[in-house]
């Protein structure tokens, strides 16, 4: 099989039909030259110069070859340049794994800077449960998860890219949404839509040691995974919530959210997690990003 040199040597020669010009665009002597286009023509089998000692001219084979000589050279140089700019961290992909409520605040803003510093990126972005994304990131099938606490697999490392407080979200109608501001003790004996034990560990067990904590038992009518639906009850009248602050972005008609009075000792955290031995040249930039991001918050 012929190799790029013969082919650019083709490729010069043809271009200005002289060995002595093509030689000296190519930084090389003649000879060389004219033996990597005799080496080219043994491999394709076919003349693809005339040669006489006073001129060149190309074959039929040879004008024929040359714009598929000419696409080659092209293609090998794109090849080579997405080589070099995926290397340097300034191209390729990533695979982002993220909770729901995530995407309720802090991912599309991670998003938009990504997209504005990091301009040639394709961003695969995979809505995944934390246990999921813990999966994902074994198995390589992500390079960085956005989830909840606790991060404590050996293989991973971790920092923390967001804090946020909780909410009340009620009913518009309700009695309680005369009150600027609600405590914990405002939740007994209500009926409460609660989160999944399973599904929404995270959430399930932060909202359980609050209200365990003030000592207020609400009526659980309902267990619900996802924020949103959640919402979507509360608005239907069915009972009262605690969301974290971001939900306050879903702006739901026909639901009213209060700030909520809790120990700021326990706030709503969000984790950046990835593998140690994450080798994505893209990471370290991703990384300065969302640093910048979770001091600012």
Known sequence: MFDLT????????????????????LNMTQPPVSRQIQ??????????LERTSRSVRLTPAG??????????LQLAERASSVARR?????????????????????????????RQRMTDIDLSLLEMVSGEQFEA????????????PPVVRPELTSMRVAAEGLLA??????????????ALKDFHDQPFIMYAPYESRYFYDLVTAHLVGANVLPRYVQH??????????????MGLAIVPEAAANLRFNGVVMRPLQVPVTRPVELMMAWRRDNDNALFP?????????????
């Open 6 to 25: 013969q082919v650019r040597c083709f490729v010069a020669v043809a271009e200005e039909l002289h060995f002595g010009r093509a030689a000296s665009r």
């Open 169 to 182: 979200a009620l009913p518009a109608r309700h009695r309680l949404t005369h009150k600027k501001s609600l």
């Open 63 to 72: 004008r024929s070859f040359l714009p598929e000589a000419r696409n080659i």
């Open 137 to 148: 990131l074994a198995a390589r099938q992500i390079d960085v998860g956005f989830l909840r």
């Open 39 to 48: 080496v080219l023509e043994q491999h394709i089998g076919a003349l693809l």
């Open 285 to 297: 930039a991703l990384i300065e990003i969302v640093g910048s991001m979770a001091v600012a918050r």
């Open 86 to 114: 995926i290397a340097t961290g300034k191209s390729g992909s990533l695979r982002i794994g993220f909770t729901a409520a995530s995407a309720y605040g802090f991912l599309p803003t991670l998003i938009t800077a990504c």
């Open 224 to 237: 619900i995974s996802q924020i949103h639906s959640m919402l979507a009850f509360v608005r239907a009248g």
